[in-house]
C-alpha cells in the first residue's frame, strides 16, 4: 500500500487548505477500506484529526477540528481529502493520511500545515 498526501503549504490564521491522500498498490482496494487523518505537530505526539467509513457514510472528528475540517473521499480516484477551513496555528503540524489493512498501519509521507498568526 502505498498513500502519498500532498497539499500542505503556509497559510494566514483563518485560512483554508485542502489536503489531499493519493492511495494506491498491486493488491489493494481503496473502496474496501476505512481512511483516516493524522497529525504530529513539533515535540509532540502524532494525534487522530479526522476518520472515514469504506463507503464514506460514516465521519469522525477529534474535538479541536470538529465543524471546520470536513474529510472526505472519491473512490474512483482512489483519493481521500481533508478540507480544512477557519485555519488556527495551533493546526501547524505534520498531516499524514493512514489506512489500517490487516491488523498493519500503513502512513503516507506527510505533508506540512503551517499557520501564520
Known amino acids: 500500500v502505498q498513500l502519498q498526501a500532498s497539499g500542505g503549504g503556509l497559510v494566514q490564521a483563518g485560512g483554508s487548505l485542502r489536503l489531499s491522500c493519493a492511495a494506491s498498490?498491486?493488491?489493494?482496494?481503496?473502496?474496501?477500506?476505512?481512511m483516516g487523518w493524522f497529525r504530529q505537530a513539533p515535540g509532540k505526539e502524532r494525534e487522530f484529526v479526522a476518520y472515514?467509513?469504506?463507503?464514506?457514510?460514516?465521519?469522525y472528528y477529534a474535538d479541536s477540528v470538529k465543524g471546520r475540517f470536513t474529510i472526505s473521499r472519491d473512490n474512483a480516484k482512489n483519493t481521500l481529502y481533508l478540507q480544512m477551513n477557519s485555519l488556527k496555528p495551533e493546526d501547524t503540524a505534520v498531516y499524514y493520511c493512514?489506512?489500517?489493512?490487516?491488523?498493519?498501519?500503513?502512513w503516507g509521507q506527510g505533508t506540512q500545515v503551517t499557520v501564520s498568526s
Open positions: 493512514n489506512t489500517n489493512r490487516f491488523g498493519r498501519d500503513y
Open positions: 498498490g498491486r493488491t489493494f482496494t481503496f473502496s474496501d477500506y476505512a
Open positions: 472515514i467509513s469504506w463507503g464514506g457514510g460514516s465521519t
